[in-house]
């Protein structure tokens, strides 16, 4: 069953074209990675699926209701990024506070306890190191029990265990059943993780394939080989 359809999606910032014509589905429970090099346009296309642009042009159907759709905010969670908390507010505090933003939110405790932060819900955002940043901006967008969770680029920056760890935590949250939109660099990440991957460069959808399939053409086509 396809839960998310973007077509024909085109989204430009004044000159600047971000997102040109991408298309692509995502069926209910894989992962579907979203792979490129910077300024590629991944970020603007999951704005545009979260709500949180409005495209040009071009469709997105979530579900069964359209980006933005306010009776879809519990339904898809958003990882937010870094930054966008106050970096006085604890642990605890900002979990306590996103979870009154759901009218049936996730037992937090349990989220914390999962992602290894309980150690540091006294501690305030602003002293967290990145990889616990990243594990806290999870636990928020798996807070209002999401069917689908939209994350991106959450290992940039990261240490190689602190990945390794960051992919277990993603895999066990396909476990339960969450389909996952996931926003990356690294072509190995994608590789270990993603059921299906569709390649972004300037704005353009280059390649879509499993990522065995990507790998057998990455030989041929320059455009889709990264590095990490
Ligand atoms: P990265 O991997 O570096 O995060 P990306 O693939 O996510 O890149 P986008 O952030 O979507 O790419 O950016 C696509 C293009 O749109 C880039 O040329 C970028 O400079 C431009 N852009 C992105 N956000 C804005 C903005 N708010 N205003 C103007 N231009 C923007």
Known sequence: MTVIEVKNLAKRYGETVAVRDVSFSVERGEIFGILGPNGAGKTTTVECIAGLRTPDSGSITILDGSAGDPALR??????????????????????????????????????????????????????????????????????GNPEIAILDELTTGLDPQARRDTWDLISGIRDRGVTLLLVTHFMEEAERLCDRIAVIDKGEVVALDTPAGLVQRAGDEQRIRFRP
């Open 74 to 143: 519990t339904r898809v969670g958003v990882q937010l990024q870094e930054g966008e908390l106050q970096d006085k507010l604890t642990v605890r505090e900002a979990l306590e506070l996103y979870s009154t933003f759901y009218p049936d939110p996730a037992d937090w405790r349990k989220l914390v306890d999962d992602l290894g932060l309980t150690p540091k819900l006294k501690t305030r955002y602003g002293k967290l190191s990145g990889g616990q940043k990243q594990r806290l901006s999870i636990a928020l967008a798996l807070l």
